[in-house]
């Protein structure tokens, strides 16, 4: 009876201390998932993730809140750019995406604490799987601005290991927009071309806004060039991008370039907008001294008349030496005519 009693009071005791050490670990920093944090990553990753969750405080308090706290002063000595990136991919407390960003501002600030290109991009990522696309590009505007020109090889090597997760192709985009912005036309084009060598999707956004760029600034060899380039890789057909590029072709009177611009809408199974290829073919001809006869101009106002809009060319065929002739009265008289019925009808 005795030996009894001694088992029943050792069984409470057992019981009275387990409970007691699951009392104590819920009343200290740890929460549930930090318990299990604590048995599967690096201790120092974790103690920085307490630290973090219990100074964080919202903008503008935000950095001088990691500034005073003990306890990341007490870490930051064993603190290395590998636990900051672990910090960012794993997140073992799910802490808040503002509150880790903050502490990345906070601990690039540091003396003598130098990121890689990789932990930038690193974090760019993050900031852009939870929708901070402005924080992102500011990023990689910074890690640009400090490489400079002619540095798109050896900083595009960075984003290679990320190939295929989510927002990657934010962050090719965002680098070839932010060279451009630069006027490091160049550098945005090797960076398009890079991507293209280790097989990531191609960056519409960023072969978009560089399109774009390079059609105000560079020859229209060179844009040609680019277009068909990104146009093979993948890059959305446009007619309207097409006829922008032939009438800069016409206009420098380079008809044999403005001929193969057409060739390409067509074997492209595009469909081309003929009348205005048409005036600029002649605008073309123009340019080059070279002024059409009667026939080619009447079929270009019999076209136009087709299309109601025959009056520009009318007016404009004095203008170039030519002399109005039977035909083309006898077209503005159909013209009128027509719009004349049209318009009883209506």
């Known amino acids: 009876m005795f030996r009894i009693e001694i088992l029943r009071s050792t069984l409470s005791r057992s019981q009275l201390q387990r409970f007691s050490r699951a009392s104590s670990l819920l009343s200290t920093w ?11 990553n690096d201790p120092v990753l ?5 630290a973090i969750r219990d100074s964080y405080k919202d903008p503008p308090s935000e950095l001088s809140s990691f500034a005073t706290c003990p306890s990341i002063r007490k870490v930051l000595p064993s603190l290395s750019v590998r636990h900051v990136v672990d910090l960012i991919n794993h997140n073992p407390l799910s802490l808040p995406h503002r509150s880790i960003f903050a502490f990345f501002k906070f601990i690039s ?22 929708e901070m696309f402005t924080e992102a590009q500011s990023l990689i505007e910074l890690v640009v601005s400090r490489k400079g020109k002619n540095s798109a090889s050896s900083v595009f090597i960075s984003l290679v290991e990320m190939r295929g997760r989510p927002m990657c192709g934010f962050l090719v985009d965002a680098l070839m927009i932010t060279y451009m912005d630069l006027g490091f036309i160049p550098d945005a084009i090797q960076c398009f071309r890079l991507s293209r ?56 009177g ?13 074997k492209r199974n595009l469909r081309p907008t003929v009348m205005k290829n048409a005036d ?61 019925k049209d318009h009883r009808n209506s």
Request: glycine share 6%.
């Open 280 to 340: 600029m073919l002649l605008d073309a001809m123009l340019n080059i001294g070279v002024v059409p006869d009667d026939i080619t101009y009447n079929i270009l106002l019999e076209g136009h008349h087709r299309h109601a809009n025959a009056s520009k060319h009318y007016k404009q065929k004095p203008e170039i030496g030519i002399v109005a002739d039977l035909a083309a009265y006898r077209s503005l008289v159909n013209e009128l005519y027509r719009a004349s």
């Open 197 to 252: 060598k280790h097989n990531f999707v191609v960056p519409i956004r960023g072969c978009g806004n560089l399109l774009d760029r390079m059609m105000k600034l560079n020859p229209t060899g060179t844009v040609w060039g680019f277009y068909m380039e990104i146009l093979d890789a993948g890059f959305p057909l446009n007619v309207y991008v097409f006829n922008i590029l032939m009438n800069k072709f016409c206009k420098e």
């Open 254 to 266: 380079n008809i044999c370039d403005a001929q193969k611009v057409f060739d390409e809408i067509t």
């Open 109 to 130: 600030s540091q003396p003598g604490f130098r990121f890689t290109v990789e932990t930038y991009f690193v974090m760019a990522r993050f900031l852009a799987v939870h």
């Open 46 to 50: 974790v103690n920085l993730s307490v």
């Open 30 to 40: 740890y929460s549930p998932e930090s318990i299990s944090a604590d048995d599967n």
